[in-house]
């Protein structure tokens, strides 16, 4: 298994991530799983592993590589360095307390979103399971493709058309559930019904029995900063004018985030 990612990459380094990126997908991996995937040499992914497990961003569980708490050091750093993101925390926190709904607001990371801030409803019944697989778990930090999530169309929408066929392109446009839009035509249509109302729509594209409101959320000088959506279960979407009920206090929700952050100075790194 090898990726050509960029063309002035260093080699090594690459190979580093391409292993931890494979052993989180895998929820841990043995050497001789990782020599069999990479084709590589067992000495040359012993080094790798080695290397990575002294520096704490890998831990050995038996016969098994996992990923190490280091990453979390890093990735909790990233989250706070930013006001920005520190504010759509609070905003997060308070939309979920407000509606009673699921909240979360992500930002794009190389063509996908990543969850940055979320906010379970305290009645989900996946949101502290513990037999489901760590795959199956929904958490800050997850990736998601931009076409099949509110937030991620809110975003898709707020970036150049030659930008967005960049996406496309890299990601392409996987179907995860019978509804999620797999035709570029399509997606464009959805993106320019965004851009005319201000906000996006998911029903059931990412997950069946739910869909969200995305709402993209700008900086000072008008360039996206990352989105924030709602999930509502299906059974209460039939209600009437739920959807445009949803969105405008989503909209509110973006809209006060802007204003703090402009108020706070910015989004730049934390004093």
């Known amino acids: 298994m090898t990726t050509d990612r960029t063309r002035d990459g260093v080699k090594t380094t690459e ?5 931890v990126e494979h052993i989180q997908r895998r929820d841990g991996a043995t050497l001789a799983e990782l020599v069999s995937e990479f084709g590589l040499a067992k000495s040359t992914v012993y080094k790798h592993l080695s290397t990575l497990e002294s520096h704490g961003y890998l831990e050995k569980e038996g016969e098994q590589y996992h990923v190490g708490l280091k990453f979390h ?64 778990l929904s958490h800050s930090g997850t990736y998601y493709h931009m076409h099949c999530t509110a937030a991620g169309k809110a975003l898709l929408a707020e970036l150049p058309d030659d930008r967005v066929e960049v996406v496309i392109e890299r990601w392409g446009l996987p179907a995860h559930t019978e509804n999620t839009i797999t035709d570029r035509t399509a997606l464009e249509d959805d993106l320019s019904l965004t851009r005319e109302r201000g906000y996006a729509v998911a029903e059931e594209e990412y997950v069946d029995g739910l869909c969200a409101v995305g709402v ?41 985030l802007e204003t703090a952050i402009e108020a706070d100075g910015g989004t730049g790194p934390r004093s």
């Open 216 to 256: 993209a959320v700008s900086n000072p000088d008008g360039s996206p900063l990352g989105a924030l959506g709602m999930s509502v279960p299906t059974y209460r979407r039939e209600s009437e004018g739920l959807e445009t009920e949803a969105a405008a206090v989503v909209i509110e929700a973006a809209r006060d």
């Open 73 to 136: 050091h890093h990735g909790e750093y990233a989250r706070l360095r930013k006001r920005g993101y520190r504010l759509a925390g609070r905003t997060v926190r308070d939309l979920a307390e407000r509606t009673d709904e699921e909240a979360d607001f992500v930002v794009e990371n190389d063509g996908r979103t990543i969850t940055v801030y979320e906010s379970y409803h305290p009645k989900n019944s996946y949101r502290e399971d513990l037999f489901a697989t760590t795959s199956d």
């Open 15 to 19: 190979r580093s991530f391409e292993l």
